[in-house]
């Protein structure tokens, strides 16, 4: 199968006033622009998820399941708070089980001195235990405040696309590599 892949970009803070919708903007438009993918931005602030698990069917849990589902591939796109990421990421992960499995995920970070590379690390051993496979290359933005001009464009365009690119590349060929996998043979674990 060479047709396009469904990837849900997963914007991860909830925060008044955060950086995320900028950060995962930029990447939208350059997924988008990149080829064989077709986007779905997930903003957690939005998906309105119930705090608390259980098993009561809440229409905004169904509703994302079904998005989530629906995807070949993920990426999220988180800040680094604290040394780890959001609490609302972990939620939203944590609702869900089957829909992560047998799918890549790639992560695009951002923060202070580390560009929330601490988070990724992280959010790299919370998808293993899921049994979704992440994808090697990340994007990361250091000091990300500094790194966006005021029309919400980076700064160092040449290479953050460059970055991006090879995230992407990677992300369509594991995308389209398990999808086929699944397809042939369901994934069972």
């Known amino acids: 199968m060479d047709t396009d892949i469904r990837v849900a970009i997963i914007i991860g803070s909830t925060r008044r006033g955060r950086f995320g919708p900028t950060v995962a903007d930029w990447f939208t438009r350059v997924a988008r622009a990149h080829g064989g993918l077709e986007v779905d931005v997930v ?10 698990l259980d098993d009561t069917g809440d229409a905004a849990v169904r509703a994302l399941a079904s998005r989530l589902a629906d995807a070949d591939a993920f990426v999220v796109v988180t800040p680094e708070y604290n040394r780890g990421y959001p609490a609302p990421l972990k939620t939203a992960i944590d609702w869900f089980v089957d829909e992560w499995k047998a799918k890549p995920v790639a992560f695009v970070s951002y923060g202070g001195v580390s560009g929330g590379l601490r988070a990724v690390e992280q959010l790299r051993q919370v998808f293993t235990e899921l049994h979704a496979t992440t994808v090697r290359d990340t994007v990361s ?22 970055a991006a690119k090879s ?8 995308g389209r590599a398990l999808r086929d996998a699944r397809t042939a043979r369901p994934y069972t674990a």
């Open 167 to 174: 995230l992407l590349d990677q992300l369509v060929w594991w």
């Open 43 to 52: 903003d957690l602030a939005e998906a309105g998820l119930p705090e608390v």
């Open 141 to 162: 933005f250091h000091t990300c405040w500094n790194r966006f001009d005021d029309a919400g464009e980076p700064v160092d365009r040449a290479g953050t696309e460059a």
